[in-house]
């Protein structure tokens, strides 16, 4: 990659990152928190997700 | 029926107007996955070059960032979004030549379209049938991506492979988490708005499909 497509990309996605920081510092400061059943509830799925993909990866090995 | 009885309460009057906002969004997101998909697909055919492809990519963020929100509520809004999908779309081209030119490589991509479709069901169907809450993983989620962002620019520049992977794995991990999060925005009432409902899950599965198609070309031993 050229060094300038190097730097643009790094500015976008360093603005991108400055875009999301308020609505971030918003959601943790003002935002529900979730119990301990509630990221249980968010484990099981995300599980199922890391399986899923461990599956793929071993699909495209063979 | 009387005249009372099609009364609508106001929680029944919220249940429709949320299946509205459901119903809508994925038939909105079909129809700019066909769309981005042919974009790409014209992309690849014409031989566009990875500049091209990044003024693009641009261009879909301008347009998410300053019109979107000023049409988001009027018919231009979804000219705007077909413009959003578009522009991404075309901007895959390159990268998915890149992958398609390896041997195996239009096994990878088909596998990784395939996986992204099934994850999204998954996900999206698990926040739809528990209708749980999930707002409380937005803190989580943002706090995430913006480290993910800082690791993705200092990467750019430091090229390490081992954490472009680390990279991609975290990214696969919370776009799973936001598509559960945007599922249940839309579910519970949180996001009203349609066009804005189907942008978010279209950037949820182009970022899945992207970081997944890395992961799997990685493992695979061909990139």
């Known amino acids: 990659m050229d060094l300038w497509m190097k730097i643009a990309l790094a500015a976008v996605l360093g603005f991108m990152a400055i875009r999301l920081w308020p609505a971030a510092t918003h959601m943790l400061k003002h935002g529900p928190k979730g119990t301990a059943d509630d990221w249980r509830a968010v484990l099981l799925p995300i599980a199922a997700a890391v399986g899923f993909v461990i599956l793929l990866i071993f699909m495209v090995r063979n | 029926m009387s005249t009372f009885d099609r009364v609508l309460t106001p929680s029944q009057g919220a249940v429709i107007a949320t299946n509205k906002v459901i119903r809508n969004t994925y038939m909105l997101l079909s129809v700019t996955l066909i769309f981005s998909a042919i974009m790409a697909g014209v992309s690849i055919a014409v031989g566009l070059s990875s500049g091209a492809a990044m003024i693009a990519s641009l261009g879909a963020i301008g347009l998410l960032w300053l019109v979107l929100p000023r049409t988001e509520n009027s018919a231009a809004g979804l000219a705007v979004v077909f413009g959003i999908t578009g522009l991404l779309g ?21 596998t990784a379209l395939g996986g992204t ?10 926040a739809l049938t528990t209708k749980r809450d999930f707002s409380f993983m937005g803190g989580f989620l943002f706090v995430g991506l ?12 430091m090229e390490i492979p081992a954490l472009s992977l680390a990279i991609s794995a975290v990214v696969v991990l919370l776009m799973s988490g936001m598509i559960l999060f945007d599922t249940s925005r839309i579910i519970n009432g949180g996001e009203t708005n349609y066009l804005r409902a189907t942008v978010s899950l279209y950037l949820d599965l182009y970022n899945l499909f992207i970081h997944l198609l890395h992961l799997l070309s990685a493992f695979s031993g061909r990139d």
């Open chain 2, 117 to 126: 479709g099934v994850m999204f069901l998954g996900l999206s169907g698990y």
């Open chain 2, 146 to 157: 913006i480290v993910a962002l800082a690791a993705m620019v200092a990467n750019i520049f």
């Open chain 2, 90 to 110: 075309l901007g895959l081209g390159p990268m998915l030549s890149h992958y398609m030119a390896i041997p195996g490589g239009g096994k990878l991509v088909a």
